[in-house]
């Protein structure tokens, strides 16, 4: 079978641009407009056979990344030039409830909707992705996601890498047709694990890159499989190294302090972010790869592999702007956690019953049962997230909030230091594992949604519903 490995440079999602820059007439700061197309486009995948047909955001797939200054409100008007309904959810934003891409909310084709983003929270790398009822997974696999970086002046101290060093690697993993078109996940009712691993929309990509530092921030699209990744130096066969990398952010943000490892999960719509010193390795290849079964995933030939990293012999005298020393600051940011708080406020099974994928025997379809919990605003809540499937995965997202990761039970047995050392909205509930979380509801009141990341899942109904409200005078 043709293999892509390492055969094509990485692409980089073009920059989306403003179209519009106006100020709120309230507040005196600045709004900036956007319009996105929803649109079919084409991708040559497989050479001499029939072009992939997918759906992306302006004939991109993963669409063009917005890059927003934290306290510059947006609205994105979304176009929808596609054939399907679509809805869509900022991932990583606190957006009102309005805005924030309830499943049922549909643009259809040929309408359009403005959705508004506040941008107030701390820098974070966010994403933008398709949230239509019972078809968020074959919308989102057929191109419906991208990415949005909310930047602070905060972060410029720090002297992390940027410009072209900072690098957005989206991934995910997809089955051909032997015609050479997208196999859809559409009749799929538990997973799609997918044999070809993409970064940016490419198969198993090469990277040129200098003998200095980068900053790459990964997220996880695939709507199936989990990744726990590790970098290792090309030597001869057998004596592979595995080299030590810093994870510096999380969902919400900067972590604390950079946190150094040698191997990453990151399960679907899971967001790190690592700095890599390449300057050790001038002139050497570096491979990012993928363990082999360490969750319920299903594996295949190169489902090891993920892209190339090609080392120059030396750095371009361009700087960038950039800090010329590889060191990284021992601490980032001072995390926001919400204060330690004894109990349990709310208890959630994750299991399958029926053929069928539900939270507490309550499926999404249930609607007058949806509502799971009703937090006060404001108030801090814990959450206990329980995987009584067996041996399935599903990565918990909880809409609105930001969460501290308190517990691990069973599974892995341990918050990974990374997952401890900042805010979280999404996290990986290995089989039979029990996770505790802990946030504020808030700033706003509305009703949100919670599911699993395994868009599958989430679409055979693995998805409930919680309300905030006002406390009473
Ligand atoms: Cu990333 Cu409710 O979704
Ligand atoms: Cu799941």
New binding site residues.
């Given amino acids: 079978p043709y293999t892509w490995l390492y055969q094509f440079p990485l692409p980089i999602p073009p920059v989306k641009n403003v179209t519009e820059e106006t100020t709120n007439p309230v507040t005196g700061g600045k709004i900036q407009y956007f319009e996105v197309n929803i649109q079919p486009l084409t991708q040559q995948v497989y050479p001499g056979k029939s072009p992939a047909k997918l759906v992306g955001y302006d004939g991109y797939s993963p669409g063009p990344t917005f890059y927003m200054e934290r306290g510059v409100e947006s609205v994105v008007r979304f176009i929808n030039k596609s054939p399907t309904a679509s809805s869509i959810h900022l991932h990583g934003s606190y957006s009102r409830a309005p805005w924030d891409g309830w499943a049922e909310d549909l643009i259809k084709p040929n309408e359009y909707k403005d959705y508004y983003y506040p941008n107030h929270q701390a820098a974070r790398t966010l994403w933008y992705h398709d949230h239509a009822i019972d078809h968020t997974a074959e919308n989102a696999y057929f191109g419906q996601a991208g990415m949005y970086i909310l930047h602070d002046e905060k972060e410029d101290v720090l002297g992390l890498p940027k410009g072209p060093y900072d690098v957005p690697l989206v991934l995910s993993a997809k089955q051909y047709n032997n015609d050479g078109t997208l196999y859809s996940p559409a009749r799929e009712t538990t997973s799609l694990y997918g044999d070809i691993i993409h970064v940016n929309g490419q198969p198993w990509p090469y990277m040129k890159v200098e003998p200095r530092q980068y900053r790459f921030r990964f997220l996880n699209a695939a709507i199936s499989r989990s990744f726990f990744l590790y970098l290792e130096r090309d030597l001869k066969p057998g004596q592979n190294e595995k080299l030590e990398f810093n994870v510096i952010a999380s969902d919400a943000g900067l972590l604390s302090g950079p946190q150094k490892v040698k191997d990453m999960y990151i399960s679907m719509a899971e967001r790190y972010e690592v700095v890599v010193d390449f300057s050790k390795w001038k002139g050497e290849n570096v491979t990012l790869r993928n363990t082999r079964s360490f969750a319920a995933d299903e594996d295949f030939l190169h489902t090891d592999k993920v892209m190339k990293f090609i080392i120059a012999d030396k750095r371009s005298d361009d700087s960038s702007g950039s800090s010329d020393d590889n060191s990284l600051p021992g601490s980032l940011r001072t995390i926001p956690y919400p204060p330690d708080k004894a109990g349990v406020d709310h208890s959630f099974k994750?299991e399958r019953t029926n053929g069928e994928?539900k939270i507490n025997g309550v499926s999404f379809a249930d609607v007058n049962n949806r509502v799971l919990a009703k937090p006060k605003r404001g108030r801090v809540e814990v959450w206990e997230l329980i995987n009584s499937s067996g041996g399935?995965s599903?990565p918990i997202h909880i809409h609105l909030v930001d969460f501290k990761v308190v517990k691990r039970v069973d599974g892995r047995g341990q918050v990974m230091p990374y997952e401890a050392a900042g805010l979280k909205d999404v996290v990986w509930l290995g089989p039979n594992e029990k996770v505790t979380v802990e946030a504020y509801y808030a700033p706003w009141d509305g009703v949100y949604m919670f599911h699993?990341h395994?868009l599958i899942?989430e679409d055979h109904e693995?998805m409930a519903a919680f309300n905030v409200s006002m406390l009473p005078n």
Avoid: E, G, R, V
Wanted: net charge neutral; aromatic share 38%; hydrophobic share 50%.
């Fill in positions: 994750f994928w399935w599903h699993c395994n899942h693995m």
